[in-house]
């Protein structure tokens, strides 16, 4: 089975290399054809989000024991020889000869007799000779880059935003493992009662550490938990279950979620309303609405309205002044959700940053006219990148004067999150070292009732 395991692996891994394909999407996939047990489809997630996690140290690495150069070998091969030194480098339950056998056979499988030959010839040198110390290189751009991982324009542009000592320890943040957290249904139950019912399913958590409805997952699956599955809890990382406390939704109230999917902060949104007023869930894709759709029946919120639209275009279907609170969790570069998908620092290029951000504008000027005068913007996004974040926020206040800072966004935090508020302001950026959750920024504004001596809407 566990050369299974690693064909698998190996397929999973030339998808993404060679369709730009979502690692997480892909790997649940073929872990659902394969019908893996749980300890095979550890090992599946471990190789294929390690191998891709890694990609550009291993290829430093291999770099000198290929001859021909990696550019040079089918697609395949070099996939199979990244896993496999994966495996060599950071995994020490495999022993070497083990590794390399079974890179063996399967190139064998794949390709012919020479291919094989030189995968074994390769892996056995590196077993022999050991691979080149990363820790001497001088350049500290270069040298993050490979020691943690990261394309060394992303590094680059991390030092510049928060200097050099901060950009290393949310690289080495980066390659950790994020922690599985659930949200608690407060409409339905608490947080010590889902604890208490997860350990008679044989499910060890705890308290979350930042956000109030978190639940960690210390030991066992809580997607298969009879709770997750009745609607009890919501997966979700800590970071992201602020968004809905910080919007401050109170019952009664219509509320816009313009950019929904897929629906973990729109239902939130709605069980703090106790499934009364109105949530309108808006998304681009169709199929990414009947996420939302999805996330709400488990859950049993009435309370959700969805609908296909660009929220560019809200303003063509929805009155000015039409809603009590606005929530826009805009698309981002992702940068602060690298643990959970690798592939984005890697398919994602610096030209794509400043695209992203013309377009976070365009979706927050649209959707300001939509709200009533004295009501809450939330922007939120999952990067760590100011280009998207302080910098939106502040080009927004300077282009609408009918706006200001939410004087009362701190109140409605956690404690432990409170200290890193910017002062007079309501803007608030979390690095993944902060408190082990992903990467996010919060910016709350108001939008005035009059402005310049005039009433609005």
């Not at 698998?8 to 030339?14: E, H, K, S």
């Not at 709605?270 to 990414?288: F, Q, R, S, Y």
């Amino acid at each position: 089975m566990k050369q299974n395991v690693r064909n698998t692996a190996v397929d999973v891994l030339l998808k993404i290399e060679q369709n730009q394909a979502y690692s997480n999407l892909l790997l649940n996939q073929s872990i659902q054809k394969a019908k893996l047990s749980q300890q095979d489809t550890g090992l599946l997630t471990e190789l294929v989000y390690g191998t891709v996690q890694r990609k550009n140290t291993l290829d430093y690495l291999l770099a000198p024991f290929v001859a021909k150069g990696l550019q040079k070998l089918d697609k395949w091969v070099l996939v199979l020889l990244r896993m496999s030194l994966y495996q060599m480098v950071y995994l020490d339950r495999i022993p070497d000869h083990a590794i390399i056998n079974e890179a063996v056979e399967i190139a064998k499988a794949r390709g012919h007799k020479g291919i094989s030959g030189m995968v074994n010839g390769v892996l056995r040198k590196i077993q022999r000779e050991g691979t080149r110390d990363i820790s001497v290189i001088e350049n500290d751009e270069e040298r993050l880059s490979l020691q943690y991982s990261m394309p060394q324009w992303l590094v680059h542009r991390w030092i510049e935003q928060y200097g050099l000592h901060e950009t290393e320890k949310m690289c080495m943040a980066n390659t950790k493992p994020s922690p599985v957290t659930g949200r608690v249904n407060v409409m339905k139950t608490n947080r010590d009662q889902v604890l208490k019912s997860l350990e008679k399913e044989g499910i060890a958590g705890s308290k979350g550490e930042l956000s109030p409805d978190a639940v960690r997952i210390n030991k066992g699956g809580l997607s298969h938990s009879s709770l997750f599955k009745e609607g009890y809890v919501t997966i979700q990382d800590e970071s992201s279950m602020l968004v809905a406390r910080a919007l401050g939704p109170l019952p009664g109230e219509k509320i816009l979620d313009a950019c929904a999917a897929p629906g973990g902060k729109t239902t939130h949104i709605a069980e703090l309303l106790n499934n009364t007023g109105a949530v309108t869930a808006l998304d681009l894709h169709p199929h990414k609405v009947k996420l939302v759709d999805e996330q709400a029946r488990r859950l049993h919120l009435g309370n959700i309205a969805t609908e296909a639209l660009d929220s560019r275009k809200a303003g063509e279907k929805f009155a000015s002044c039409s809603f009590d609170r606005i929530l826009v969790d805009a698309p981002c570069s992702g940068f602060g959700v690298i643990r959970k998908k690798p592939d984005i620092k890697w398919s994602k290029k610096e030209e794509d940053i400043h695209r992203i951000a013309e377009i976070q504008q365009q979706i927050l000027a649209k959707v300001a006219k939509l709200l009533k005068p004295g009501g809450t913007l939330l922007y939120s996004t999952c990067t760590v990148d100011k280009e998207e974040n302080h910098e939106i926020a502040e080009a927004f206040l300077d282009k609408h004067p009918d706006f200001e800072w939410d004087s009362q966004f701190s109140e409605r935090l956690p404690e432990p999150l409170k200290p890193f508020v910017m002062p007079a302001q309501a803007q608030v950026q979390i690095l993944p070292q902060y408190f082990n959750s992903d990467g996010f920024y919060l910016a709350c504004f108001k939008k005035k009732t009059t402005t310049g001596g005039e009433t609005q809407c």
